[in-house]
T-cell receptor, first 111, second 115 residues
Framework: AQSVTQLGSHVSVSEGALVLLRCNYS??????LFWYVQYPNQGLQLLLK??????LVKGINGFEAEFKKSETSFHLTKPSAHMSDAAEYFC?????????FGDGTTLTVKP | DAGVIQSPRHEVTEMGQEVTLRCKPI?????LFWYRQTMMRGLELLIY????????DSGMPEDRFSAKMPNASFSTLKIQPSEPRDSAVYFC?????????????FGSGTRLTVV
């Protein structure tokens, strides 16, 4: 069975600071990994995905994630946080035709 | 492209009533998923379809829940009878094809409250 664990249910950063959201995965086969963002009262929106083409993946809104097999990690980063980045972020792993989501990390951006 | 369309956005119903949630996936997408989101359990996959055929319904909580996809452009999730513990946000999502390498496009969800 595949799973992801998001470390930290809440992360708070100042505007302009580095954003780092952590995700570790468990998979018996090369994984397909995703990050989604959810704004209040909305559905999830795909930020980026890893499908083995490149270990550093760039997504929308300036986010990127690096796949590290040795650490079984797929952390999400953004160099400079913006107020509009405040949302909940979900890491997901796909296998057997379906995705399993982590518990989510709520990002707060302080002015 | 209008995206994945769900209706209604909000539903308040009394315990014991039948509830039907509706979803229109993106045209051309072959896979459709129903998820439930709660504070306690997070995002749970209820059922998914490939080419209108149910593939995995192991996440459906119990026999009170049923889902159909009569054609490529429409799916329903029905709860009968509804119970207060069914209160949650229900999301429909679609994907271009069967497989693990495509992400999903989610609808805006239906917030169900059973009183």
């Amino acid at each position: 069975a595949q799973s992801v664990t998001q470390l930290g249910s809440h992360v708070s950063v100042s505007e302009g600071a580095l954003v780092l959201l952590r995700c570790n995965y468990s998979s018996s086969v090369p994984p397909y990994l995703f990050w989604y963002v959810q704004y209040p009262n909305q559905g999830l929106q795909l930020l980026l995905k890893y499908t083995s083409a490149a270990t550093l993946v760039k997504g929308i809104n300036g986010f990127e994630a690096e796949f590290k097999k040795s650490e079984t990690s797929f952390h999400l980063t953004k160099p400079s946080a913006h107020m509009s980045d405040a949302a909940e972020y979900f890491c997901a792993v796909s296998g057997g035709g379906k995705s399993t989501f982590g518990d989510g990390t709520t990002l707060t951006v302080k002015p | 492209d209008a995206g994945v369309i769900q209706s209604p956005r909000h539903e308040v119903t009394e315990m014991g009533q039948e509830v039907t949630l509706r979803c229109k996936p993106i045209s051309g997408h072959n896979s459709l998923f129903w998820y439930r989101q709660t504070m306690m359990r997070g995002l749970e996959l209820l059922i998914y379809f490939n080419n209108n055929v149910p593939i995995d319904d192991s996440g459906m909580p119990e026999d009170r829940f049923s889902a159909k996809m009569p054609n490529a452009s429409f799916s329903t999730l029905k709860i009968q009878p509804s119970e207060p513990r069914d209160s949650a946000v229900y999301f429909c999502a679609s994907s271009p094809r069967t497989g693990n390498d495509y992400g999903y496009t989610f609808g805006s969800g239906t917030r169900l409250t059973v009183v």
